[in-house]
């Protein structure tokens, strides 16, 4: 706490009333606009570093073995890879969306001990990443641990904790085949369920051994349990090309047992990745992928009407520039009549696909669904266009379960509040951890779709408990904003919920960074609800000092003898 002591103060019971949202009606249709098709590669240079000043010129494409003219070429740069801040929204923005690393590990091929130095290294790499990235973490082939994409890095590090070498010490030809053939089958799995389709995902996979595919008859004839073809292998391959894999295949030992490296090899094949020695945790192969993906191009090519067939394409990508290589799958996935109308808002909850017509950003928060007995939570979904000057004529919200991307949840806007900026959706969901989707058109029949990921457990303070923090203006009443530019001040908002006796202190401050000293700071007010146990507290903060950039608003509460709760959430200045 920075300055001033907080003040202990009592709940007042002075009634503030905020703008209620409520349920939507049905979308319009939106008009004509066909999507480009798109190809993603990595490029690095000589010194292995990424080279970031390609044209479209200079690369040549092949789908399907025909030549294709690249119309376009786009850098994506990850430029928050050293921000210390969680984004303040999620975007459709590419630049914006931060990297969703898949991390696999074949605990059945690691040698006990060897377990150590794969987990020193995850825990070096998270160290090199931006917080606004999201890791994953999936041993296989038994799956002991699941972890879907997060940036709550206190579930990485626990899953991390739990790897464990598996090897045995004497393993038979049919075992090794079996374990080939669920090892890869559960790979291609994962690529499909933790695939984000608006950008590409870097899987990397480690494994010391993996049988080579079986092409027919071998010397163990009728023995052969289990069949590992070269379909097995091509299946993960189309898996990859599917999910837009960047894939590397990190080896945690440097001499495996002769024969073994043979299905490694077979799998970076198909895969179109990269083969690497996992080195030190300092400086080697972890390193090495936190580099190489931080960055990376957008080939686009007009696809003809026999391409659009819903079926996987030859891809063949190279450059004209001898001091750079790219890193590509082999193939290109290429949706079954894409192109045409723009879809519905609540068709676009359906699928997977981001939509990028037009830029779209949106905010989630949480607090508690007041009345229920079901022990359920309110999501208030807030979005807008990034440009002001685009106008929505449809948009819907779902809700999806991270787990298995079940459809919870559809809440469809009504005319009248699409007319308001933010836009703000009601959903009422059990407590866990969701992906809610945005999606909407404007009135060019343009469609954009954006993701938030939450957790939807509510802070606690002592025996209390506080609502997510909504920052914006004020005027006639509280109105939520999601960035700020020249307002003179920004109102916090955040709810109590619970009756703890005595007497409590509570600040709200802003900071350049998570544990930074206040830049300004102001004691909230407190006011009472309708609803006994619930109480409102808002404060307002000057931000004509602060320069463009991301800050963190904190708001921190203590009851006497208590534990402190604590909000925090990112904010944009622009």
Not at 136 to 142: A, D, I, W
């Amino acid at each position: 706490m920075t300055s001033s002591m907080i003040r202990p103060t009592l709940l007042s019971a002075t009634l503030v009333v905020l703008i209620a949202t409520s349920p939507i009606a049905a979308g319009q249709r939106g008009g004509a606009g066909a999507a480009p098709q798109t190809v993603d590669f990595i490029a690095v240079g000589a010194d292995g570093q990424p080279v970031t000043d390609l044209t479209a010129a200079q690369i040549a494409l092949k789908v399907g073995g025909k030549d294709r003219a690249v119309t376009s070429l786009e850098l994506v740069r990850f430029g928050a890879a050293a921000s210390t801040l969680p984004a303040p929204f999620a975007t459709n923005a590419m630049s914006d969306a931060g990297r969703s690393f898949v991390l696999v590990i074949d605990e059945e091929s690691l040698r006990p001990g060897l377990d150590a130095t794969v987990r020193d290294a995850l825990v070096a790499f998270e160290k090199q990443i931006s917080v606004r990235d999201r890791l994953g973490v999936f041993t296989l082939p038994r799956g002991t641990i699941s972890l879907g994409p997060t940036t709550d890095r206190a579930k990485f590090q626990a899953a991390v904790a739990g790897i464990q070498g598996r090897a045995k010490s004497s393993v038979t030809a049919n075992e090794r085949i079996c374990h080939g053939r669920d090892a890869l089958t559960t790979l291609a799995s994962i690529m499909t369920s933790t695939s984000r389709q608006g950008t590409p995902t870097p899987v990397v996979y480690f494994a010391t051994a993996l049988a080579a595919p079986v092409q027919g008859p071998t010397s163990l004839g009728a023995a052969l349990e289990c069949q590992l073809t070269p379909g097995e292998f091509q299946r993960v391959g189309q898996a990859a090309e599917a999910a837009r894999t960047q894939f590397f295949l990190v080896r945690p030992e440097e001499t495996p047992e002769a024969g073994l490296v043979e299905g490694l090899e077979n799998l970076t094949g198909v895969t179109g990745g990269q083969m690497l020695a996992m080195g030190s945790a300092a400086g080697g192969a972890m390193t090495r992928i936190a580099r190489e993906t931080a960055s990376y191009y957008l080939a686009t090519f007009a696809a003809e009407a026999a391409d659009r067939n819903g079926a996987t394409h030859r891809l063949e990508l190279r450059t004209t520039r001898a001091d750079v290589r790219l890193h590509t799958r082999n193939g290109v996935h290429i949706a079954k009549g894409a192109g045409g109308n723009a879809p519905t808002p609540q068709n676009m909850l359906r699928v997977a696909d981001v939509q990028r017509g037009f830029g779209l950003r949106a905010l989630v928060v949480t607090s508690r669904n007041d009345g229920d007995a079901k022990n359920t939570v309110k999501l208030v979904a807030l979005a807008e266009p990034i440009d002001p000057a685009v106008k929505l004529a449809a948009a819907a919200a779902g809700v999806m379960d991270q787990a298995g991307g079940t459809k919870l949840l559809v809440w469809t806007a009504k005319p009248e509040e699409l007319q308001r900026s933010p836009l703000a959706a009601a959903l009422v969901v059990p407590p866990g951890t969701y992906r809610v989707r945005v999606a909407a058109v404007d009135t060019q029949g343009r469609a954009a779709t954006v993701d938030y990921d939450l957790n939807t457990e509510l802070a606690s303070a002592g025996a209390a408990q506080m609502g997510g923090l909504l920052v914006g203006t004020g005027g006639t009443g509280f109105m939520p904003q999601l960035k700020f530019t020249t307002e003179p001040e920004v109102i916090v908002y955040f709810e109590l919920y619970g009756r703890p006796t005595g007497a409590f202190g509570a600040l709200v401050d802003i900071a350049a960074t998570a544990d930074g000293p206040a830049l300004v700071e102001a004691q909230p007010t407190v006011a009472a609800t309708p609803v006994a146990d619930k109480f409102m507290f808002t404060a307002k903060l000057p931000i004509v000092s602060l320069k463009p950039g991301d800050y963190v608003v904190r708001a921190k509460l203590a009851f006497t003898g208590q534990p402190t709760g604590v909000l925090s959430r990112t904010i944009r200045k622009q």
